[in-house]
Each structure stands twice: as structure tokens, then as C-alpha cells.
């Protein structure tokens, strides 16, 4: 009679090696979940160092990641495979299998928590530039509120004074173009950068907040508008009557005084009626521009205006001034040699300070500046006297004075 084969796993000893097997795999197990979660987490990490860091060492720190993310998937995919390689629920498990199975699952497992501790060991060394990482992305969310707070407020103040029957076009639509910066603004550090991001939002702000300030000016500017308009039709019409007065001062100068003295303002009353009648037609331009509330159009009228209005009210005046310098001079030249004299004076006292003998460079136009003086008073003597040259010529003299004046303080200044 012959002996039935023996079951080799059938005892109490072989399910002790399949226990520890089921043992192995377990904790292998634990050990690939416990790498996979902290693995997650310093992707995590890596993920805020790079939105708030650009750094060199930002960078090493991203490829140190990679590299040992590889080392990850090496281990991880022996694990994998230990595990499909051996079923120990099998009834029919052979000890051998499962003693396979066990050193396996223990290799696999142990190379789990070898990289493990790589990778706590690099999260570790990270932990400095993920705190300044941190530290830059507190910083982003605050930006953007306040970048919005202040997008809302220019278009609340919009909305109120549209209200009011303003139309503020120009502004609308500097507002608008802040839409598109907005979309990149709520996209966030991850996809521009921390450094971006908080620019973004501090450029949002400024111009949002330049937006508002300026609605909020329009009622006092349109008032203020209307002030210079009128303020300019009341000046042009002045400088219209002033025009008409100017023949007969030029008048007197011709009957007084030598062409040279008048000649050259022969043209003003015409020009200036011209000059006027251009500038009413301009403020007529800047009062349409100023109901269809083309606020740019009005302030750019407005000011060439007022620089067409100075340069003609300049114009209109010399005919007086000239008459009046003129009367000056001829009842007494002396008054404005004297002047002259003062001047050059003053201009040799401050060559001379701290010197026996002036340098020649000071010296020479100075001494010619005299010249000039007995020159001009020389002239006057002529049967018809030219005393707007001469008062022009006593002008030159003591600008060439100054001159010198200006040039001795500098050399002292520098000295």
C-alpha cells in the first residue's frame, strides 16, 4: 500500500510564512503610501518655491526634485512589481513562494523607506527658501485686494458721476483697459510669479486709483473750465478794444521820434485784430468741445488761447511801453547812462577785489562796455537822435556787464 503525498503547505508552521509574508506585504505598503503622500507634499513645495523664487538655487532645487522624483518611480515600480509577482491569498502556496515573496516584499519595502529618507532629508534642506517662498506669496493675496478695491472704487465713482450727466468717455475706457491685466492678475503666482503678480497688482492700484482721483476732479474741472472760458472771452475782447487804441500812440511816436523808433510796430494793431478774431474763433471751438465734454480737446484750446492772448496783449503793450521809454529818455538819457555806468561799475569792483591789476578777460569787455556808453551818448547828438538804438545799446551793455559779473562768481565759486 502506498503513502499519499504530504501537503507541504497544510501546517501551522506554513502559514506562519505565509503570515509573514501577508506580513511584508503590509508594510511594504505602508511604506509606499508613506513615500507617495510625502512625496505629494514636496511637489507641493517645490511648486510654491518656484512661483515666489526665480532664483539659481530655486531652480537646483526643482531638478534636485525631478532627479529624485526618478528615484521614486524606480523603487516604486519594484514594489509594484513584488506585489503582482506573488498572490498570497492562493490556496495552494508553496512555502518557498511565500519565503520569496517575504524577502521581496521586506527588499522592496526597506528601498521604499531608504528613499523616504531621501526625500525628508531634501524637504528638509528646502525648508529656507520654501519660508521665503512662503513669505513672498503672503504678500500676493493683500495686492490683489487691494488692486481690486481700487478697481471698484473708479468704477463706483464712474457710475456716479455718469449719474450726473457726465460722460467721462476718455476715463471709461482707461478703466476698461485695465480688464485684460486683471485676468492675468486673478491667474494667479502659480502661472506669472510672486514678483509679477504683486507688480501687477501695484500697477492695477495706482492706475485704478489715478482713475478715480481724476473722476472724482471732473465737476470741479468743468467748473473750473467754464471760469477760464469766460475769463478768455472777456480778455479777447479787452485785447479787441486795446487794438483799436494802438494807431493813435503809433501816431505819436511817428510824429516824435525817428522811424527807427517805430517801425518795426507798424503791423501790430492789424496782427492784433487778426491774433484776436482767431482766438474768438478758437473759444468758440473749446465751447463746443466743452458741451460734447471732450475734456483733453478744451484744456489743449484753452491753454492755446491763453499763450495766443499773452503774445498779443505783449504786442499791443509795446506800442505804449515804447512811447513811454521813449518820452523817458529823450526828456533825460542821463538817468539811463547813469544806470549803465552803475552796472559796469559794478562789474570792475568785483574784478578788482583782491587784485592790483583786473585779468585781461574781464578787463577787456569792460573796458569796452565804457566805450560803447560814450558811443551811444555821442549819437544822441545827431539832428534826428535813433533813442530806441540807444536804449537798446545801453540794454546790450549791461547784459555784457552781467556777463562778467556771472562769469568772475562762477570762477570763485569753483575755485
Known amino acids: 500500500m502506498t503513502t499519499a ?25 505602508a511604506a509606499f503610501y508613506e513615500l507617495d503622500s510625502a512625496q505629494r507634499d514636496l511637489r507641493i513645495s517645490i511648486e510654491t518655491i518656484a512661483a515666489a523664487d526665480g532664483s ?118 482707461r478703466l476698461a483697459a ?19 503678480t504683486v507688480q501687477r497688482a501695484d500697477r492695477i492700484l495706482r492706475d485704478a486709483e489715478a482713475i478715480r482721483a481724476e473722476v472724482a476732479r471732473l465737476p470741479e474741472r468743468a467748473a473750473e473750465i467754464d471760469r477760464r472760458l469766460v475769463s478768455l472771452r472777456t480778455r479777447a475782447q479787452a485785447l479787441r478794444n486795446r487794438a483799436d ?10 510824429r516824435r521820434f525817428s522811424a527807427a523808433c517805430w517801425q518795426d510796430l507798424q503791423q501790430v494793431p492789424e ?28 484744456a489743449a484750446l484753452v491753454e492755446a488761447v491763453r499763450m495766443a492772448l499773452d503774445s498779443t496783449d505783449e504786442a499791443v503793450s509795446a506800442a505804449q511801453d515804447r512811447l513811454t521809454r521813449l518820452e523817458a529818455v529823450a526828456r533825460d538819457p542821463k538817468a539811463e547812462v547813469q544806470r549803465t555806468r552803475f552796472a559796469i561799475r559794478d562789474a570792475q569792483r568785483l574784478a578788482m577785489e ?42 546790450a551793455v549791461r547784459s555784457a556787464a552781467q556777463r562778467v559779473v556771472s562769469d568772475i562768481r562762477t570762477e570763485r565759486g569753483h575755485g
Open 178 to 196: 485695465l480688464g485684460p491685466e486683471l485676468t492675468k492678475l486673478n491667474q494667479g503666482a502659480a502661472q506669472h510669479g510672486v514678483q509679477e
Open 245 to 254: 487804441r494802438v494807431d493813435p500812440v503809433l501816431s505819436e511816436l511817428r
Open 271 to 298: 496782427q492784433a485784430v487778426r491774433d484776436v478774431a482767431r482766438a474768438q474763433d478758437r473759444l468758440a471751438e473749446a465751447g463746443r468741445a466743452r458741451d460734447e465734454q471732450r475734456w483733453a480737446d478744451v
Open 5 to 29: 503525498p504530504r501537503r507541504w503547505f497544510g501546517g501551522g508552521r506554513d502559514e506562519s510564512r505565509r503570515a509573514d509574508a501577508q506580513a511584508a506585504k503590509d508594510a511594504a505598503a
Open 56 to 173: 539659481p538655487e530655486a531652480r537646483r532645487a526643482g531638478e534636485g526634485f525631478v532627479a529624485l522624483g526618478q528615484r521614486i518611480d524606480q523603487v516604486s515600480h519594484v514594489y509594484i512589481e513584488a506585489v503582482d509577482a506573488h498572490d498570497l491569498d492562493r490556496a495552494e502556496l508553496e512555502a518557498s513562494a511565500a519565503t520569496r515573496a517575504r524577502e521581496e516584499l521586506t527588499r522592496a519595502k526597506d528601498e521604499l523607506v531608504r528613499v523616504k529618507g531621501e526625500l525628508d532629508r531634501f524637504a528638509q534642506g528646502l525648508q529656507p527658501l520654501l519660508d521665503k517662498a512662503e513669505t513672498q506669496l503672503a504678500r500676493v493675496a493683500p495686492a490683489r485686494e487691494r488692486a481690486r478695491a481700487a478697481l471698484l472704487a473708479a468704477s463706483t465713482a464712474l457710475d456716479d458721476v455718469r449719474g450726473k450727466g457726465m460722460r467721462a468717455d476718455d476715463l471709461a475706457a
Open 354 to 395: 583782491g587784485r592790483t591789476v583786473p585779468e585781461a578777460r574781464h578787463a577787456r569787455p569792460l573796458d569796452e562796455a565804457v566805450a560803447r556808453v560814450d558811443r551811444a551818448l555821442a549819437a544822441l547828438e545827431d539832428r534826428h537822435p535813433d533813442y530806441w538804438a540807444f536804449l537798446q545799446e545801453m540794454e
